[in-house]
């Protein structure tokens, strides 16, 4: 079972930055791919992005591509998401997500398809 646990979020003003963090535990190794989602108030929660195991690969939404970027120190078991040029809709609570470990690298972009969630953090971006 893989324990997932995201802090960082905070209040921000629009074209701030902010650096959320997921830090894993209860496996052995960081074999398993990981993604980051969001959640506004009466909204779906949507895929953010997404990274391999190796963290060679990734996947953005192109809602972030080009502001956000994501990241894994597999020596720390934490992966990261690197939120630049915030904005008012960039507001949500957001959820770092795992696969199972051992899966092939693809990019997965549905919940269901992410078996271990965090609590999530909120991130709330002011005009």
């Known amino acids: 079972q893989v324990q997932l646990v995201e802090s960082g979020g905070g209040l921000v003003q629009a074209g701030g930055s902010l650096r959320l963090s997921c830090a894993a535990s209860g496996h052995t190794s960081s074999n398993y791919a990981m993604g980051w989602f969001r959640q506004a108030p009466g909204k779906e929660r949507d895929i953010v992005g997404s990274i391999s195991p190796n963290g060679l690969g990734t996947y953005y939404a192109d809602t972030v591509k080009g502001r956000f970027t994501i990241s894994r120190d597999s020596t720390k078991n934490t992966v990261y998401l690197q939120m630049n040029s915030l904005k008012p809709e960039d507001t949500a609570v957001y959820y770092c997500?795992?696969?199972?470990?051992?899966?092939?690298?693809?990019?997965?972009?549905?919940?269901?398809?992410?078996?271990?969630w965090g609590q999530g953090t909120q991130v709330t971006v002011s005009s």
């Open positions: 997500a795992a696969r199972n470990p051992g899966l092939p690298w693809a990019v997965r972009t549905r919940r269901h398809e992410y078996p271990h």
